[in-house]
């Protein structure tokens, strides 16, 4: 019986893991520690429709950047100025299989021995994919008395586009660990 029950255990602990979704993240910094200061966080020029995930990123830059120990301001005169960007990109995906398949299967067995197998055959077309978004948050942190870049970093992530503002997650996965290690790509959990 014990025999039995831990590949059922281990199973049943399989099925309680959940993936957390990844960023690739990069970051570039001269391996100094960085004063905490005040920063003046700059967002780029944006039409209508790109206000809200303007607003998101800035909100999310700031509470991690205070979580950090720096001190967002919306003044000039800040110690330093972080620059962002984001870029985003659609594409249709891969394209879905039929929703109906008909099984054919079969199974044999005796005494404490089993085989089994089926096949499905997809029953008509194939659907068109899901529109696929790849987000990049591009983040510079300048000194702002000499304008030298004292840290920069790139978080991207590809979400299915009805999927929430991935911008949040990916300015956590961009500060994890801060100043992180530079000039490697490492993938960080973004959610």
């Given amino acids: 019986m014990r ?19 990844m960023a690739d993240v990069t970051r570039f910094h001269l391996g100094q520690p960085i ?10 020029a ?11 990123a800035k909100s999310a830059i700031a509470t991690e950047l ?27 995906g891969p394209p879905k299989p039929s929703p109906f398949n008909i099984g054919i299967g079969g199974a044999t067995g005796g005494r404490n021995v089993g085989i089994g197998g089926s096949v499905n055959i997809p029953v ?13 948050l591009i983040l510079d942190i300048k000194r702002r008395s000499d304008n030298s870049v004292v840290w920069e970093g790139r978080a991207s992530r590809i979400t299915n586009a009805k999927s929430p503002n991935p911008l949040p997650g990916l300015a956590r996965a961009l500060f994890t660990g801060f100043p992180g290690p530079s000039g490697q790509m490492i993938q960080v959990p973004a959610k």
């Fill in 3 to 21: 025999q039995f029950l831990l590949p059922v255990a281990i199973l049943l602990l399989a099925g309680c893991t959940t993936s957390a979704p």
């Fill in 35 to 44: 004063p905490k200061d005040t920063v003046q966080i700059v967002a780029p």
């Fill in 46 to 56: 944006a039409d209508i429709a790109t206000q809200l995930n303007i607003a998101a």
């Fill in 66 to 92: 205070e979580g950090l120990g720096f001190r967002p301001v919306d003044v000039a005169t800040s110690a330093y100025v972080a620059a962002f960007r984001i870029d985003e990109t659609s594409q249709q």
């Fill in 124 to 136: 008509g077309n194939s659907r068109p994919g899901d529109t696929i978004r790849t987000t990049l």
